[in-house]
């Protein structure tokens, strides 16, 4: 089917843009989307698509069927928002004190809505069906898993799912589009270090969970350097430490946590099995006690080499002017992995930072924006790897 995909989007910008900046300007916490929720069902249910609310709380679901059978391809789109004090001088800012859009989670929302409108005006030349998930909670609140144990798989059950992230890691131009793993597994680990507290000009009638601490640390980043391949990747890193309040008191505990990050299963067996004997052991040598809390958060997000290949095809054939990586990994961790776990598909990066125009802090920064102009191409590829998905 020949779609003026680009010729389209760019036409809609102005109306990506202007939802990207009224999302960016009232930002939401992860299952608080309300008003978010309401903007998307809005503008879906003009669409004349069948839509559900209220889906693990904020989010929204809704199907555009095609006029032949065919798969069904899953989109999905986060809308949560983060809570960082915003400081840029954006005229779209923040109004909403100690929160923002610092992860791009608005442009994809915008992005969603825009390949709605651009797909539902060829609704009767698509096959299959388009399911579009707008998802809260992304930002490691389990926005998935929940939207996941309420049946956003059924009725219909996907056959494909594709996800994109604005990637201000990267300028604008710069496309990741990968097969196997592309993001990281994360695991949430606690750890409480307890001994026997005392004066500090007195450390011989103390067991010290600091000294203790540090040693445990220090031997943790041995497990990623040491026991693991160095053709394969792990990161232990260490995010909080907590323990006393006085300068000459050694307290009784110390407790600290972190992250594990790793792509493969096998990896991530072996680091939380050494994890474990390395923290527990280390106390107990320095004569400590511990209590070691692990939760997974994610596992990784693994692409579908078939999928990504064809969206790979549309990329060079849509965007010839864009750089594609196809070796591209990530240790920063996405829930859409549990939705991938179930149906097999391609993450896609856009490259959305532009020095230039001073738009290239990092995400989850205080002063993160991106570039808008790239709005338009997203939405293209978007829309066009959708078609291709379906009529594969």
């Not at 220090?218 to 350097?225: D, E, F, G, R």
């Amino acid at each position: 089917m020949d779609i003026p995909y680009l010729d389209d989007a760019l036409k809609l910008s102005g109306y990506t843009r202007d939802l990207r900046r009224d999302f960016h300007q009232h930002p939401e916490l992860g299952f608080k989307e309300y008003r978010t929720a309401s903007i998307v069902a809005r503008e879906l249910n003009s669409l004349g698509l069948e839509v559900t609310t209220g889906i693990a709380e904020t989010g929204v679901v809704a199907t555009l069927e095609g006029s032949r059978p065919g798969p069904v391809v899953m989109l999905r789109f986060d809308m949560d928002a983060l809570p960082i004090d915003e400081e840029t001088d954006a005229e779209y800012a923040s109004l909403t004190p100690g929160v923002m859009h610092a992860c791009g989670h608005d442009g994809h929302t915008a992005i969603g809505l825009t390949v709605a409108q651009l797909l539902a005006t060829y609704s009767k030349d698509l096959m299959g069906k388009v399911k579009f998930v707008f998802q809260p909670a992304e930002e490691g609140l389990g926005g998935a898993e929940s939207m996941l144990a309420e049946g956003v798989l059924e009725d219909p059950k996907p056959d494909i799912s594709l996800a994109m992230h604005l990637w201000n890691e990267k300028q604008a131009g710069w496309l990741g589009i990968s097969p196997g793993p592309v993001m990281a597994a994360a695991e949430l680990f606690r750890v409480r270090v307890t001994g026997k507290g005392g004066h500090g000009g007195m450390p011989d009638q103390t067991i010290d969970p600091i000294l203790t601490t540090a040693q445990i640390i220090t031997a943790l980043q041995s497990i990623p350097s040491r026991n693991i391949s160095p053709l394969h990747s792990a990161i232990i890193s260490i995010g909080s430490i907590h323990g006393g309040e006085v300068f000459n008191v050694i307290p009784s505990q110390v407790e600290f946590q972190g992250t594990i990050r790793s792509f493969e299963p096998s990896v991530r067996q072996v680091v939380l099995d050494r994890f474990e004997r390395v923290v527990t052991r280390t106390a107990e040598s320095m004569g400590c006690e511990v209590d070691i809390k692990m939760q997974m958060l994610t596992p990784a997000v693994i692409n579908d080499p078939s999928i990504t290949d064809r969206v790979n095809q549309v990329a060079q054939s849509l965007l010839p002017e864009s750089y594609i990586a196809e070796h591209y990994r990530s240790m920063v961790s996405e829930d859409m992995a549990f939705i991938m776990q179930d149906i097999p598909g391609c993450y896609v990066f856009v490259g959305s930072a532009n020095p230039d125009k001073g738009l290239d802090a990092s995400h989850h920064h205080p002063r993160f924006d991106f570039d808008e102009e790239i709005l338009p191409y997203a939405v293209a590829l978007v829309a066009a790897a959708t078609v291709r998905c379906l009529e594969s």
